[in-house]
């Protein structure tokens, strides 16, 4: 009965083992993939960022359940899906579909005031894409990123969201340009002393992409010489940056 019990004992610590490492191993993957996004986040590769998409994809199937993989899967068709914007409308409506489940799917294993940003920039995008179901899709927009306000008000990531949301939406549905700039001016402010808790969540929303939103909003404002200044600025930072080079620049060119 010693000797089994003895046996029992040194499987138990065998597979405690074996779960150990491969947790450990999982992490280490995990972070790897959370690299490369973050390395690649202001590309416009379509090709690149699909290829990195499988690999959220792969890594999900060993995640143990865990949130991050979603999340990430979640990000990249969002991004594919803002490239697709100027491309086909119905592949980037799909990409904004497909990333909205994914977030969902995260945010209901793990809430935080980035995913309801994210949450809510996906309907901000559907309903920009679909005229006839707009309305329900901005008040869903809405409705989720004052969920994400009332976690947590000094995100530079939900200001982001929030800003480009005031920055496209009319004045006579809540729009406001004076709003987004407060609020992306803010999140400069907030920048320069954040500090990002979880290793695994991922960088956006730094300098050079409330930059390029500045530019966008003066862009908008058909403000030619302010909106050329916040290029230059986020160029300056990423000088590969494809929405400012393909999206972007094209805009600013066709202010008179």
């Known amino acids: 009965m010693r000797k089994f019990?003895?046996?029992?004992?040194?499987?138990?610590?065998?597979?405690?083992?074996?779960?150990?490492?491969?947790?450990?191993?999982?992490?280490?993957?995990?972070?790897?993939?959370?690299?490369?996004?973050?390395?690649?986040?202001?590309?416009?590769?379509i090709?690149?960022?699909k290829k990195i998409l499988n690999k959220t994809y792969n890594i999900t199937k060993i995640s143990g359940g865990d949130w991050h993989?979603?999340?990430?899967?979640?990000?990249?068709?969002?991004?594919?899906?803002?490239?697709?914007?100027?491309?086909?409308?119905?592949?980037a409506y799909n990409q904004f579909d497909k990333s909205l489940d994914y977030f969902l799917n995260a945010n209901d294993k793990h809430q935080s005031a980035e995913l309801l940003s994210l949450i809510s920039a996906a309907y901000g995008k559907k309903s920009a894409l679909s005229p006839v179901t707009a309305i329900y899709y901005g008040i869903k927009a809405k409705k989720y990123i004052l969920d994400a306000y009332e976690l947590e008000k000094d995100n530079p990531k939900l200001l982001l969201i929030a800003a480009t949301h005031l920055m496209h939406t009319p004045e006579s549905f809540g729009g406001s340009k004076t709003k987004a700039r407060s609020l992306l001016l803010k999140?400069?402010?907030?920048?320069?002393?954040?500090?990002?808790?979880?290793?695994y969540v991922l960088n956006w929303a730094d300098d050079a992409e409330i930059y390029a939103y500045l530019g966008q909003l003066e862009v908008?404002?058909?403000?030619?010489?302010?909106?050329?200044i916040y290029i230059q600025k986020a160029i300056k930072l990423i000088p590969d940056y494809g929405f400012v080079l393909k999206d972007l620049f094209p805009q600013y060119e066709k202010i008179k």
């Open 47 to 49: 090709l690149k960022l």
């Open 187 to 199: 999140s400069l402010e907030i920048n320069k002393t954040k500090n990002e808790k979880d290793e």
């Open 5 to 45: 019990n003895i046996i029992l004992f040194l499987f138990i610590c065998s597979v405690l083992n074996y779960s150990a490492l491969g947790q450990d191993l999982y992490l280490t993957r995990l972070k790897a993939l959370k690299n490369e996004i973050d390395a690649n986040y202001y590309s416009f590769d």
């Open 220 to 228: 908008l404002n058909e403000n030619k010489d302010k909106a050329w």
């Open 69 to 91: 993989p979603l999340y990430y899967s979640g990000l990249m068709h969002y991004l594919l899906g803002k490239i697709y914007y100027q491309i086909d409308r119905d592949i």
